[in-house]
């Protein structure tokens, strides 16, 4: 039986830290007003989808890595684009870190990420992501809407 998987836990990493250098140039793109205040059909300013995907990653991660589940909370102070480029930047390499302190064996193990949802540890993972995804194309419509040529999607790195 072949046990190896479809991509290995570094290229995991890769293409997920590629995502997240997707988001930081549209996180750059909006003008700061904008970045804080501009929304379409109810949805929030896309800094507050910002705040979410920066509460999800590294303190999901953390969660993980010392096997204590922590309860979600995005209510971050950071009031400025300045400020929220500097968490980014900041939180990038520390998921290196800890992703990299998750042995391969345990991402197949149950975890109860937030004390909400119980999934395996790479479904968790694929989580973070898929909400980093997500909101970035939300951003995508905004920038859009706002006149703004957003970045092209397949250069993540």
Request: glycine content about 6%; aromatic content about 14%.
């Amino acid at each position: 039986m072949n046990t190896q998987g479809i991509v290995s836990k570094e290229e995991f990493l890769k293409n997920w830290q590629g995502h997240r250098a997707l988001a930081r140039r549209v996180i750059e793109k909006f003008p700061e007003k904008e970045l804080f205040e501009f929304s379409i059909g109810g949805m929030r300013p896309f800094a507050e989808m910002v705040k979410e995907m920066l509460s999800i990653a590294v303190p999901g991660l953390e969660s993980i890595v010392s096997n204590k589940i922590e309860k979600y909370d995005h209510n971050l102070p950071l009031a400025t684009k300045e400020e929220l480029l500097a968490r980014w930047d900041a939180d990038t390499p520390r998921i290196d870190e800890l992703f990299n302190q998750i042995p391969v064996d345990r991402f197949k193990e149950n975890f109860k990420i937030f004390g909400e949802y119980e999934f395996p540890i790479v479904e968790n993972i694929q989580y973070f992501i898929d909400n980093e995804v997500h909101h970035r194309a939300q951003g995508y419509v905004y920038l859009r809407a706002l006149g703004i040529e957003p970045p092209f999607f397949w250069e993540r790195y």
